[in-house]
């Protein structure tokens, strides 16, 4: 999976439109990881963000579930509400499983509706809805605007699934793991 840090923990709920159903709140904005075939890229950006128009809407996460696939961390064992705060950070990942010996690029995009038209400098006066910026209807191409952008290469070994599968299990002795207490 590929993913992307943010030292904010509250940044991918910050702005939010929707609200929370039960305890799954939406982030406003999503990890989307792409080949090259799957997008194009205008020689001249529209105003006011970059944009790539995505030809494969099939490669895009479902938004329905991407209250899943962002998270925070804290590192050690202070509680969330004294930690300090350069010990808590965010995440999002993209639930896209990637293929070996393989070029991508990774887009931060707009979550929702309102965003994408934003990103594109469309009138969003009268949007009052929180709708998802694609769903698997959307026709493609599908125009986004992106914050960041990265390109990586995959290998055909190394990455964590090949390394767990390596481990091979050890039969330990019976008494592992036990001391004599006085």
Not at 74 to 86: C, L, N, R, Y
Not at 99 to 119: N, Q
Not at 130 to 145: E, F, G, K, N, Y
Request: aromatic residues 10%.
């Amino acid at each position: 999976l590929c993913g992307i840090e943010f030292d904010a923990p509250d940044f991918p709920w910050l702005f939010t439109p929707a609200s929370a159903n039960g305890d799954r709140l939406r982030p406003w904005l999503a990890l989307i990881v792409l080949k090259p075939d799957e997008f194009d890229q205008p020689a001249v950006a529209p105003n006011p963000a970059p944009v790539i128009d995505v030809k494969n809407i099939a490669a895009l996460p479902d938004l329905a579930d991407s209250w899943n696939w962002a998270h925070v961390q804290v590192s050690g064992d202070t509680p969330i509400a004294s930690a300090d705060p350069a010990s808590v950070s965010s995440r999002l990942l993209c639930p896209r499983r990637l293929d070996p010996e393989t070029e991508y690029a990774a887009f931060l995009v707009p979550a929702f509706e309102i965003g994408r038209l934003a990103g594109t400098g469309q009138d969003v006066s009268a949007v009052t809805t929180a709708d998802p910026a694609w769903t698997s209807a959307t026709a493609a191409p599908l125009r986004l605007p992106f914050y960041y952008s990265f390109q990586f290469h995959t290998s055909d070994e190394g990455d964590f699934e090949s390394l767990v599968r390596r481990l091979t299990p050890q039969v330990l002795p019976a008494d592992v793991g036990i001391s004599p207490m006085d």
